[in-house]
T-cell receptor
């Protein structure tokens, strides 16, 4: 298996632009997570899905952020409009199951810089 | 606020030495996991310890858990330059979500 795939790996955009991050989870995994990592706040869970359904989006910072999972093999995280404070590394992770110590498998991340 | 607080924030040792990282948390947990992150990469799962376990080993890794003190430690024995990375503890909440600590950055000098 190729692992969790994220694209793009790097994104530089200007304030106000729309940004779309993409993720392909590991085949067979029924949970998908979006995290954001910054020096100041560490690794934060933004939202997670179970069987393509959003379960908990309490970590989504603002209405400018939205996430979708149209099918079991694809998810997007969209920021519209983007702001400089959104600059961070965004990780997608997937797992088979949730509670009980299930391992989460992380993608390589998308490094976003909003100018 | 983050569930896990890690200590130290940064650690620099010589190859061959042991490295110990500590994690403290605030509420009761189901289990605790340790992850590693190489620079510019995603996190990789290292080891899981359940709330009814006190110690666990995996290769050169030894993890302890003290639920009375709400703390865990990760020991890497006979460190190698390739162990240079950031190490995170993650506690599982009662909803199953993982809450990550701020991490310890380990540098192993050859």
């Amino acid at each position: 298996d190729a692992g969790v795939i994220q694209s793009p790996r790097h994104e530089v955009t200007e304030m106000g632009q729309e940004v779309t991050l993409r993720c392909k989870p590991i085949s067979g995994h029924d949970y998908l997570f979006w995290y954001r990592q910054t020096m100041m706040r560490g690794l934060e869970l933004l939202i997670y899905f179970n069987n393509n359904v959003p379960i908990d989006d309490s970590g989504m910072p603002e209405d400018r952020f939205s996430a979708k999972m149209p099918n079991a093999s694809f998810s997007t995280l969209k920021i519209q409009p983007s702001e400089p404070r959104d600059s961070a590394v965004y990780f997608c992770a997937s797992s088979y199951g949730l509670a009980g110590g299930e391992t989460q498998y992380f993608g390589p991340g998308t490094r976003l810089l909003v100018l | 606020s983050q569930q896990g607080e890690e200590d130290p924030q940064a650690l620099s040792i010589q190859e061959g030495e042991n490295a110990t990282m500590n994690c403290s948390y605030k509420t009761s947990i189901n289990n605790l996991q340790w992850y590693r992150q190489n620079s510019g990469r995603g996190l990789v799962h290292l080891i899981l310890i359940r709330s009814n376990e006190r110690e666990k080993h995996s290769g050169r890794l030894r993890v302890t858990l003290d639920t009375s003190k709400k703390s865990s430690s990760l020991l890497i024995t006979a460190s190698r330059a390739a162990d240079t990375a950031s190490y995170f503890c993650a506690t599982e909440s009662n909803t199953g979500k993982l809450i990550f600590g701020q991490g310890t950055t380990l540098q192993v000098k050859p």
